[in-house]
């Protein structure tokens, strides 16, 4: 089984795969704090739920591919592959893995790893001309060419970040939860913010994508928006764009990495 680990900036996605399906998915808290060693454990709970998987961290376990958006999080889990996989092919995402796309950008090096993994996805499920929704703790939106190349891409506050700050600068506001209002007209404060927040975000992915098309492609008609993200369905049912969603994008995109690598090897 190959394990793919992605660490955002708030959450870190697990998951197993047994050859091209994904058969385990688990989602944690991204902590900086953690060391190698509390990430192994970490693990080793998570996995030993798994009936196809033994106590043994590594049991089981023939490959880990890992992308980070958090350096200090992949220098410990570089420790745990070193420490607790010794055995097991990794491949981390960084510069110098080959994952195929070019990138087309004025700094290649300061595109976010996932972003490019998103890309690799992409273009081997839908093909390209492309552009990837990734609703985490940033909204990005990331184009694909039609030749599979990253051309640049939008990025954008998050919606979780975007209540946060109205709950900490609105003098009359709080937190609340992300949920549908009854109406697009809130008859009450909460429902207001939520209101504004999903049909707010719900505009904004129609109207960043409807001008990314444009340039993108002659035909904007032609380029296939994938919405992915652990926030994605919450705007799905609002948006006039999105024709694909896939949660799992990137784990996909790490398996490709890790073939792409460890067959070149």
Same mark, same amino acid.
């Given at each position: 089984?190959?394990l793919t680990?992605?660490?955002?900036?708030?959450?870190?996605?697990l998951?197993?795969?047994d050859?091209?399906?994904?058969?385990?998915?688990?989602?944690?808290?991204? =902590?900086?704090?953690?060391?190698?060693?509390e990430?192994?454990v970490?693990?080793?709970g998570?996995?030993?739920?798994?009936?196809?998987?033994?106590?043994d961290?590594g049991d *089981? %376990?023939?490959?880990i591919?890992?992308c980070?958006?958090v /350096?200090s999080?992949?220098h410990e889990?570089r420790e745990?592959t070193?420490?607790?996989?010794?055995?097991v092919p990794?491949?981390?995402?960084? /510069?110098g893995?080959?994952?195929?796309v070019?990138?087309?950008?004025?700094?290649?090096?300061e595109?976010g790893?996932?972003r490019?993994i998103?890309?690799?996805?992409?273009?081997?499920?839908?093909?390209? $001309?492309a552009?990837?929704?990734?609703?985490?703790?940033?909204?990005?939106?990331? &184009?694909?060419?039609?030749?599979?190349e990253y051309?640049? *891409?939008?990025i954008a /506050?998050?919606?979780? %970040?975007?209540?946060?700050?109205? *709950?900490?600068?609105g003098?009359?506001?709080?937190?609340?939860?992300?949920?549908? $209002?009854?109406?697009v007209?809130?008859?009450n404060?909460?429902e207001a913010?939520?209101?504004?927040?999903?049909?707010?975000?719900?505009?904004?992915?129609d109207?960043?994508v409807?001008?990314?098309?444009?340039?993108? &492609?002659d035909?904007p008609?032609d380029?296939?928006v994938?919405?992915t993200?652990?926030?994605? /369905?919450?705007?799905?049912?609002?948006?006039?764009?999105i =024709?694909?969603?896939e949660?799992?994008?990137?784990? %996909?995109?790490?398996?490709?990495?890790?073939e792409r690598? %460890?067959?070149?090897?």
């Amino acid at each position: 089984m190959l394990l793919t680990i992605d660490v955002g900036n708030t959450h870190t996605v697990l998951g197993l795969f047994d050859g091209e399906e994904i058969v385990e998915h688990w989602r944690i808290s991204t =902590d900086a704090r953690r060391t190698a060693d509390e990430l192994a454990v970490l693990l080793q709970g998570l996995m030993g739920m798994h009936p196809l998987l033994g106590d043994d961290l590594g049991d *089981g %376990i023939e490959g880990i591919s890992i992308c980070s958006t958090v /350096p200090s999080v992949l220098h410990e889990l570089r420790e745990v592959t070193r420490r607790y996989y010794g055995d097991v092919p990794a491949v981390l995402v960084e /510069p110098g893995v080959k994952t195929g796309v070019p990138i087309l950008m004025d700094n290649p090096k300061e595109v976010g790893a996932d972003r490019i993994i998103n890309a690799l996805a992409a273009v081997e499920l839908y093909g390209g $001309p492309a552009v990837v929704v990734d609703f985490g703790t940033a909204t990005t939106f990331d &184009a694909v060419s039609a030749r599979g190349e990253y051309v640049g *891409g939008v990025i954008a /506050p998050g919606i979780e %970040i975007s209540v946060d700050a109205l *709950g900490v600068k609105g003098a009359q506001l709080r937190k609340i939860e992300l949920a549908r $209002p009854r109406s697009v007209i809130g008859k009450n404060t909460v429902e207001a913010m939520q209101s504004g927040i999903l049909y707010g975000f719900a505009g904004q992915v129609d109207g960043v994508v409807h001008r990314m098309a444009r340039e993108l &492609a002659d035909d904007p008609e032609d380029v296939t928006v994938i919405a992915t993200g652990g926030l994605a /369905p919450m705007v799905l049912g609002e948006s006039s764009v999105i =024709d694909e969603h896939e949660p799992w994008l990137t784990l %996909i995109g790490l398996r490709l990495v890790y073939e792409r690598n %460890i067959s070149r090897a």
